[in-house]
């Protein structure tokens, strides 16, 4: 894969996530463990949520009816298959583990963006790691986040050196439950709440990133991530789209009792 299609290449929300979560040298994670698991799972839940597949109902995450193709469509049927819906916290810890975060990355491998390496034992990887392979998406990625926080217009950049990751159709779309970032203090609407009638037109009257770079920046404040990788924006403002958006709190109500439960053992 060229360059040129590498940065083209659409990339879900988990994908995202796990490439600014992984350093681009040596391919070890730049957040704990256990905070990239637990954030890639809350990636799903908010991956499928943007493609109108899944969606937050009282207190429990719900399918929708929608078919959307995805490859999440394990964890799509897993959601549609309970006769008794779970809370967001419960699918986050349902769905985090070490088989997620490998096959985000083959996905990844399979693009030319990250590439497979590790130590070898008796002829059999005994520890992998996934560098990067090609810079375009992840440099594209970053732009269009610092966009976001600057103010300058999300829309893709016409030269081929600064052209963004492509988004799915969908990302365009405000999603319920995605607050506006540009907008301070907005949170979860109601549930019955309708949809407004020109989601676009709302766009533009914001001027704010769409709902899934508004969804990857709270996920990446979740982890720990967003004030390292841009340490002079928000972070207050990082901070209150992952408290409004359901996915992110789960994944941070998760790594409060992860944290917890490791500070008790440290104790015993």
């Known amino acids: 894969m060229d360059a040129e299609t590498t940065k083209a290449a659409e990339l879900s929300l988990p994908q995202a996530f796990l490439l600014l979560a992984t350093n681009d040298l040596d391919g070890t994670p730049e957040v704990p463990v256990f905070a990239l698991r637990t954030t890639l799972a809350g990636a799903i839940l908010a991956e499928l949520e943007l493609l109108g597949a899944i969606g937050l109902q009282g207190k429990r995450v719900r399918a929708t009816g929608a078919a959307p193709p995805t490859e999440f469509q394990h964890e799509l049927e897993l ?10 916290k419960r699918w986050v810890s349902m769905l985090e583990g070490r088989a997620e975060v490998q096959r985000v990355y083959e996905g990844m491998a399979s693009l030319g963006i990250v590439e497979r390496a590790g130590e070898k034992h ?5 520890s992998t790691r996934y560098p990067e392979k090609e810079h375009g998406p992840k440099a594209a990625l970053l732009e269009k986040l ?9 829309e893709p950049a016409t030269s081929d050196a600064q052209t963004p990751v492509a988004q799915t159709p969908v990302a365009q779309t405000p999603v319920a439950g995605v607050p506006d970032a540009q907008t301070p203090g907005a949170g979860a609407p109601e549930t019955n709440a309708p949809e407004p009638n020109d989601p676009d037109a709302k766009a533009s009257v914001t001027n704010g990133p769409d709902a899934r770079t508004t969804a990857l920046i709270a996920l990446l404040h979740a982890a720990g991530l967003f004030g390292k990788l841009f340490p002079a924006a928000d972070r207050t403002r990082a901070g209150e789209l992952a408290k409004d958006y359901w996915p992110t709190r789960a994944v941070e109500d998760e790594l409060r009792m992860i944290r917890l439960a490791q500070e008790e053992a440290a104790t015993l």
Do not use: D, E, W
């Open 79 to 88: 959601i549609r298959g309970k006769s008794r819906p779970h809370t967001p």
């Open 122 to 126: 008796l002829g059999l990887f005994k």
């Open 146 to 154: 610092q966009a976001a926080f600057s103010g300058a217009p999300s």
